[in-house]
């Protein structure tokens, strides 16, 4: 049977504005939100809108990411006819070609689309932490006649040159494109969610493929193309929380927005964030423990002080530990006395005794020690280092 | 590597009458146990941790809970193409209801002949504990025993309910069973997890059906004592056989000590349960929480001590837990207090609202109450 949608998630970024986080991991595969990781938002945001064939392009340190989608299952994405694909980049009678831009890592992929035969095709990028319903985009993409249509949310003008700005006429059609502009005209920027209609997206990949001068990119050649071409562009409004996680400070941002009444409700039972879980009891809290502001996941043991932090599985606090407005990634030890602010410390990480790591002062820089890094007992290490498990700054 | 040399059997409806007010809409299998299990993960879980693939799980009555729970047994790595996990209701227009596990086993006797394994796990479900069961069939093996029965060496239960204390002769025979015995001090307390010869079980099934006899420890135990080789297996980890209320209370606060909890949740034997897709726990600036264990999906604003708390609690602000059980979905309002009680799913407990037990005697408020 024809498919309505199937969604393509761009997994294959490295991140690498988060270091020492992404030095053997996918940026899509970081942990966030004390069970999650980044990939769980668009794959529970597919499901939840009906989605059951989602294609996952991974490029960059594939294997974690390709262990934690398995067959999908977490997601009900271990579908007959469908269900989650991860594709990598692969040898054909053509030649071979790394994923050389978003355009041409969909292109090396048509096949797979073809194989699905949908109408429409959603391009996903797995870098962000929102709730969105594709399905309410699509029906307004077919309401609108559109080749393609741009999720986009208004940014402050002061931040729209970090984005992909959109200029759009009064009916909700773009006319203009401007990617990183320095002085943006609007405030409404790229969301890099794309729902193009699938001859359209054909199409157009193979022509940008056939372009040499073209760096394969849907912002920077697809997508100015088309307007080009008077394709119709609508442009899909989203309000709502979006966060792009790639630096170390949003990242940390993002966890605090969590932890505040924010527009991120994880809690909200009609759109669940599915994810594998791991297998581990609830967690401890040891007498003489203090938690407050915060979210802590099963398999932890508290015995320390936690303020506004999130605790991810298997992580243990010791007696006399401090930890505040810091995230602790799955499966790291915080040893007895250590005071940690600030900071985000990464999986399997362990903080020695009485270590010092990071500042509680409201302007200190946001510290970040890496998966499997030690950090001796009595170490300092000053607000805003990088401490990675070969402690490279 | 996977022991299809093994089938594993669990009945599930052994022991309902023990806690009447938890299994008044279950199975004794499906009782909640520890913040986020139920009390056949344990059973599944020691099955899959030993490598034993092919598991038949036999329930009698009130099963829809514990087959919601199970599914197709693909969170215990169970849901295979060939054998895997299968849930054996008794067949209508028989005996209805067994009345003991040897007529449990004959219900399923078909299951169990197709099975080509030599020796079969026959496990009950009210039993908490970690047991690798792998050093439980080589010793069954080695020494040729015909049936050998896992035994805990501990304290006779004070409330004298389903405890048989065993006793073996010098060689390790097994010479004597008594039940519910006015015996003092500790003992070999079996815990209703058997390893058996399979052409031996298959004879017994037929044996006790023929005498219409259902009972394991009174028609295979006691009366083939001395007729067929039956030997035990010393299981020193922690362990808890329910008997009751209040020993359900003290079994599940049991976990808040560290030595329990490293014995029951090794890292390599994890007990597997149904993943529920819940959030992080979530503390308030108003939070204090002390020797309490925390299951994900709670939010928690108020005062908790010594406490389980189960998947979606909700203790709001200015509220008081203390020694309870607080089963899934708890909302216990703005002021209220709580000492020594257990609630059942979904129990609401208004602002302002004081309840009590004692230690002793818990009080126990029923699933779906809304005060």
Known sequence: MRKKMIAMLLAGGQGSRLYVLTKDLAKPAVPFGGKYRIIDFPLSNCVNSGIDTVG???????????????????????????????????????????????????????????????????????????KMDYAAMLEKHIEKGAAVTVAALKVPLSEASRFGIIIADGDGYITEFEEKPKNPRSDLASMGIYIFSADKLKKYLTEDEADPA????????????????????????????????????????????LLDASDLDLY????????????????????????????????????????????????????????????????????????????????KAVIGENAKVGCSCADAKITLVGPEAKVENKAEIEPGAIFGKEAVK | MRDKDVLGIIVCNMHDDLIPQLTASRTLGSIPFGGRYRMIDFALSNMTNSGIE???????????????????????????????????????????????????????????????????????????????????????????????????????????????????????????LYLNPE?????????????????????????????????????????????????????????????????????????????????????????YTRVRDEVSAKYGENAKVSRTLVTDGCHIDGEVENSVLFRGATIEKGASVKGCVLMHNAFVGEGATLEWVITDKNVVIPAGTHLAGSEKYPLYIPKDTVL
């Open chain 1, 56 to 130: 996952i392009l991974t490029q960059y340190e594939p294997f974690e990411l390709s262990e934690y989608i398995g067959n999908g299952q977490p997601w009900d994405l271990d579908r007959m006819g469908g269900g989650a694909y991860v594709l990598p980049p692969y040898q054909r009678n053509t030649g071979r070609d790394w994923y050389k831009g978003t355009a041409n890592a969909i292109y090396q992929n048509l096949r797979f689309i073809e194989r699905y035969d949908p109408e429409y095709v959603v391009i996903l990028s797995g870098d962000h932490i929102y």
């Open chain 1, 214 to 257: 073209s760096e394969n990119d849907f912002g920077k050649n697809v997508l100015p193309n088309m307007l080009e071409a008077s394709e119709k562009m609508a442009v899909y409004s989203f309000e709502g929380y979006w966060k792009d996680v790639g630096t170390v400070d949003s990242l940390w941002e993002a966890h605090m927005d």
């Open chain 1, 268 to 347: 909200d039972k009609n759109w669940k964030i599915y994810s594998r879980s791991p297998v581990m009891p609830p967690h401890m809290v040891e007498e003489g423990a203090e938690i407050s502001g915060s979210m802590v996941t099963e398999g932890c043991t508290v015995g320390g002080k936690v303020e506004r932090s999130v605790l991810f599985a298997g992580v243990t606090v010791e007696k006399g530990a401090e930890i505040k407005e810091s995230i602790i990634m799955p499966g790291a030890v915080i040893k007895a006395g250590a005071k940690i602010s600030r900071t985000i410390v990464g999986e």
């Open chain 2, 54 to 176: 092919d598991v038949g799980l036999v329930p009698s009555k009130n099963y829809q809970s514990l087959m919601n729970h199970v599914g197709n047994g693909q969170e215990w790595d169970m849901s295979r193409k060939n054998g895997g996990l299968s849930i054996l209701p008794p067949y209508a227009g028989e005996r209805g209801v067994y009345r003991g596990r040897m007529e449990a086993l004959y219900g399923i006797r078909e299951y169990i002949k197709a099975s080509d394994a030599a020796n079969v796990v026959l496990s009950d479900s009210d039993v908490v504990a970690n047991i690798d069961l792998r050093p439980v069939i080589r010793e069954h093996e080695e020494s040729g025993a015909d049936i050998t029965l896992v035994y805990k060496y501990s304290e006779v239960f004070k409330e004298k309910k389903q405890c048989a204390a065993l006793f073996f002769d010098e060689c390790g025979k097994l010479l004597d």
């Open chain 2, 183 to 271: 015996l003092d001090g500790k003992q070999n307390i079996y815990l209703d997890i058997a390893i058996i010869k399979k052409p031996v079980l298959d004879e017994l099934i037929a044996e006790c059906a023929s005498k219409d006899e259902h009972s394991f420890v009174h028609s295979v135990l006691m009366a083939k004592k001395g007729v067929l080789n039956i030997r035990g297996y010393r299981f020193d980890g922690w362990c808890n056989k329910l008997t009751g209320l209040r020993n359900y209370l003290d079994a599940n606060l049991a976990l808040l000590d560290a030595d329990v909890r490293k014995s029951l949740f090794p890292a390599e034997r994890p007990i």
